[in-house]
Every structure is written in structure tokens, then in C-alpha cells.
């Protein structure tokens, strides 16, 4: 590999590839300089993003904060494991059918919870899928009119733990 190759593979992604020509026309010594600072640049780019992440890692762990995609994502990692293991062992099978079946349960809570944030029924039956001429009447025909669920509420819904209210 020639001088102007090797140059032109390390500056690849910097905006200097075009310089490549006229750089390696330079003494050997300085084209091997000019690649090991590329290369420790790359290196302290990459330390750099980790340290980054790290940070953010750790404040995500400090203040309690996971978006919600990240929780969702999560859960189904955590159930499509489970529904491997279950494959091999009854009693993981026993339990996975039990947890699917308090799925209904799970979103009445969480149905629940929407609406103690002042979500109406048309709003939350779009989020769960239906078209929004029919959401209000699918969401009290599988979770109860309103009211009913108004009535409830404190029963059902207590909010994110430790705030004893309405998340």
C-alpha cells in the first residue's frame, strides 16, 4: 500500500480524503505522523462517546427516567424470552398463559390511568388501534363507560409508585 492510499483510508470520513494527493507527497516520517494523529483522534472520538453514554446511563439510573419506548421495548425483549423458555419447561408455559390472560386486565388499568389524566375515550381508543368514529364506543364496550370507570379509579389506578396520585 502506497503512501497516498494509506493516507486516504485513515482521513476516509474526516473531509480531508481530497488532500490525500497532495499529503502524501510529504516525507515518510511526516505521513506516518499525520496517521497515528488521525488514529488517536479516532480513538479519543470513540472514549469520548462512551464517556457520553456512561453519563447518561447514570443519570437515567439517578432521576428514575426511562421513555417509554425504552420500557415497551424492554417488556417485549423480557416476553419473547419468556415465551422461548416456555417452549421447553410446562411450568413457564403455565405461566406465560397466565400472564396473557390478565393482559385485559393490565389495559383496563391502564385505561383507567388515561383516563385520570384526562384522556378522553375517542383518544385513548385511537391509541389502542381503532378508527375514530368508533373509538369512544369500542373503549366502553371493552372497559366500561366513564363513569363507571371514574367511579373506580382509585381502586384500580395509585399512579407511579411513591407519588401516591395520578402519574
Known amino acids: 500500500m502506497n503512501r497516498e492510499e494509506r493516507l486516504a483510508r485513515e482521513l476516509d470520513g474526516t473531509g480531508l480524503e481530497h488532500r490525500a494527493a497532495e499529503l502524501a507527497g510529504l516525507p515518510v516520517a511526516q505521513v506516518d505522523l499525520i496517521v497515528m494523529i488521525a488514529r488517536a483522534s479516532r480513538r479519543a472520538g470513540r472514549e469520548h462517546e462512551r464517556q457520553v453514554r456512561r453519563q447518561r446511563v447514570a443519570d437515567r439510573r439517578k432521576y428514575g427516567h426511562v421513555e417509554d419506548d425504552q420500557a415497551a421495548a424492554a417488556t417485549e425483549r423480557q416476553t419473547l424470552a419468556l415465551a422461548r423458555r416456555a417452549g421447553a419447561n410446562l411450568d413457564t408455559l403455565a405461566r406465560l398463559r397466565q400472564h396473557y390472560d390478565d393482559g385485559t386486565a393490565v389495559l383496563a388499568l391502564a385505561v383507567v390511568g388515561a383516563r385520570a389524566q384526562g384522556y378522553s375515550d375517542t383518544a385513548i381508543g385511537m391509541a389502542l388501534g381503532h378508527d375514530k368514529a368508533f373509538a369512544r364506543q369500542a373503549v366502553g364496550r371493552r ?15 395509585t399512579g407511579l409508585a411513591g407519588t401516591g396520585g395520578p402519574a
Do not use: P, V
Open 143 to 157: 372497559f366500561g363507560r366513564r363513569n363507571q370507570a371514574d367511579a373506580c379509579s382509585d381502586d384500580h389506578y
